[in-house]
């Protein structure tokens, strides 16, 4: 007798995927307390989204999160509010593509499948690839806008993400 295939999101990719949430929603209230809105937010929207396997729910966890840190950055914070909001919104991509991730291993290959090197390939590739964007971000913020506002950083990393998904399309 066959048994139903449990299509929900794998383990491994939905926990490393809330922890990069929770690490941006952090960035975001360490930016500064106003940040703790669009976190909450965030994060209520991704969890059950990694959990029970709603892309649309992890999109709009992601957009929480990102609006968090831009809301924080752009009205002042602490003094390495640049850094924390780099690593904030990296952590923030990685989130989104990891768990969209896991409901794509879970919708096609099942929860009870050994996808674990799949998953560790590509959560290896996507923190790869967003510490470079992101380095590449603070340099290129570093060398052009000495003494510009901290809504300069925001705008570049709302680039960063609309790169990131135009590239991921």
């Known amino acids: 007798m066959a048994t139903e295939i449990d299509r929900r999101p794998v383990r491994l990719s939905a926990v490393v995927a809330l922890g990069a949430g929770a690490f941006a929603a952090l960035a975001a209230i360490l930016t500064a307390s ?43 914070g602490a003094p390495s509010a640049e850094l924390l909001m780099l690593v904030g919104t990296t952590a923030t991509v990685l989130a989104w593509d990891v768990g969209q991730n896991a409901i794509g291993l879970g919708e096609q290959l099942g929860r009870e499948a ?8 590509h959560i290896g590739g996507s923190v790869v690839v967003g510490v470079a964007t992101g380095g590449v971000a603070f340099a290129v913020y570093q060398v052009a806008t000495e003494g510009q506002p901290i809504s300069a950083l925001a705008l570049l990393l709302v680039a960063v993400v609309i790169l990131t998904t135009a590239l991921r399309q």
Do not use: I, N
């Open 114 to 121: 050994d996808t674990t090197r799949a998953e560790l390939a």
């Open 34 to 76: 106003v940040g703790v809105v669009g976190a909450a937010l965030g994060m209520l929207a991704l969890a059950p989204g990694v959990v029970l396997g709603s892309r649309r729910l992890v999109h709009v966890g992601a957009v929480g999160l990102l609006g968090g840190l831009v809301f924080a950055g752009a009205t002042g």
